[in-house]
């Protein structure tokens, strides 16, 4: 037989019947696992796990345990109630290669729906087909993926942003600090490196970290503090000179910060440790009760929210968890920019 006269045609991808869903449940209740039920049934290994968990009931055993059982009839139900209502064909379409992507992006690696999409086009990455940062919610909702729900989202849906005025324009507990009012105005452009936010992040005991974000690049750097105190503070500062040396003033010329205790003592902080009687940096405080002053902090504090929830101990946290978090943040694609990370931004 010639290669014109063959009757071999390709394969279409069609969706399971009723008979494949009865041999499904049947060799489940045999121990087979969805891989192998897979290549007896010649399909994706993702459809029969798809299939399973949309046709798994609970039920209860003789010793009133419950457990999950997949049953055929259900699974086919639900197949024809989703038929009935069936629309438009999803956008992703049969591209797994996206599916995967978008679940390790944002189930595994914590990003944002934006931040996997915006990443595809920065990073130059090519799929079958393109969707929208919009379609990605959608397809969660409708529970399209297998391993990514609305569970795994940061933020749900962004809240419209208030109206913000200062409540208070003195900190009475800090009279002599420098206000943000003095601060010159060429630092809100942020044409500038070297502008610095900084604030503590606390946890359900003394422990807590000290975030210092900066304003051009939202580089961050994050330090762990057995307390929240002036002498620990100043420490952190301190180490951060001696590892900058010389450089110090030039990548720290500003910092800005509320009016929290363990922030008042303005002079220690400005004043080098490595030089007697020498500047090292200069501190703004932002008026009470407006942590929007310090705008840039205060969203990079919901990014450490993601690995830290409110409420925990950040004692248990070691160094190198610490470590990991900062570099996940200056990794992280940011729509402001391009899509590009705070590491891009700051080379």
Request: proline share 2%.
């Amino acid at each position: 037989m010639g290669q014109g006269n063959n009757t071999t045609k390709k394969d279409r991808w069609k969706q399971l019947n009723e008979r494949e869903r009865y041999k499904i449940e049947a060799l489940l209740q045999m121990k087979i696992t969805p891989k192998e039920i897979a290549a007896r049934l010649g399909r994706d290994r993702r459809t029969i796990e798809r299939e399973i968990r949309r046709g798994s009931v609970v039920q209860r055993d003789s010793e009133w345990r419950d457990r999950l059982v997949y049953m055929a009839d259900v699974g086919q139900r639900v197949r024809e109630e989703k038929a009935a209502n069936k629309g438009r064909g999803l956008k992703i379409g049969h591209d797994h290669a996206l599916a995967r992507y978008l679940e390790q992006k944002i189930g595994e690696e914590k990003w944002s729906p934006d931040a996997a999409i915006g990443a595809i086009a920065a990073q130059g990455m090519q799929f079958s087909v393109s969707i929208c940062t919009k379609t990605v919610y959608n397809m969660i909702d409708a529970g399209i993926f297998l391993n990514l729900s609305n569970q795994d989202l940061p933020v749900k849906k962004a809240s419209k942003k208030r109206g913000y005025k200062p409540v208070r324009r003195v900190a009475l507990n800090n009279l002599k600090g420098r206000s943000i009012e003095e601060r010159p105005q060429s630092i809100e452009s942020r044409e500038e490196y070297g502008h610095w936010e900084m604030d503590c992040v606390v946890g359900s005991k003394e422990a807590c970290l000290l975030v210092l974000t900066e304003r051009k690049t939202r580089e961050e750097l994050l330090f762990k503090l057995a307390s929240k105190t002036q002498d620990n503070v100043i420490a952190s500062i301190d180490k951060l000179e001696r590892r900058y040396r010389g450089q110090f003033a030039n990548i720290f010329k500003t910092i800005t910060m509320d009016n929290g205790s363990e922030f008042l003592d303005a002079r220690r902080l400005e004043a080098s440790s490595l030089s007697a009687g020498r500047k090292r940096t200069t501190v703004y405080y932002a008026h009470p009760y407006s942590s929007w002053e310090r705008g840039s902090n205060e969203n990079q504090n919901r990014l450490i929210r993601r690995f830290i929830p409110k409420g925990a101990d950040i004692g248990k946290y070691t160094s190198a968890d610490i470590k990991r978090i900062e570099h996940w943040m200056n990794n992280y694609p940011r729509r402001m920019f391009g899509y590009r990370t705070a590491n891009d931004m700051a080379a």
